[in-house]
């Protein structure tokens, strides 16, 4: 079994930083893209960042220069840096990777972590 764990969420302070953690566990042999989306209360999940297996990432402009994604494959780990941290950053990360296990190549979600930009 297959699974995604998150941390390093929490309350910061604007123009703060954190950064999340994302590892992945279990039964697979591959583990292709990942990356983080987020939703805020009321709004739909949105894309945040992605890296692919080649280490090229993408991002959406809302946080282009405040955010850097990068990936660690020795250790099936994906992280989220934040810097300069704004209150409509609050909202639940998710990670999400696709993941080659014993029977197909899919899309995992990890279980969502807590960010909260507010003074």
């Known amino acids: 079994q297959v699974q995604l764990v998150e941390s390093g969420g929490g309350l910061v302070r604007p123009g703060g930083s954190l950064r999340l953690s994302c590892a992945a566990s279990?039964?697979?042999?591959?583990?292709?893209?990942m990356g983080w989306y987020r939703q805020a209360p009321g709004k739909q999940r949105e894309l945040v960042a992605r890296i692919s297996n080649g280490n090229i990432p993408n991002s959406s402009d809302s946080v282009k220069c405040r955010f850097t994604i990068s990936r660690d494959n020795a250790r099936n780990t994906v992280y989220l840096q934040m810097n300069s941290l704004k209150p409509e950053d609050t909202a639940v990360y998710y990670c999400n990777a696709d993941i080659r296990d014993i029977l197909t190549t899919r899309a995992y979600w990890g279980q969502g972590t807590q960010v909260t930009v507010s003074s």
């Open positions: 279990g039964s697979f042999s591959a583990i292709y893209a």
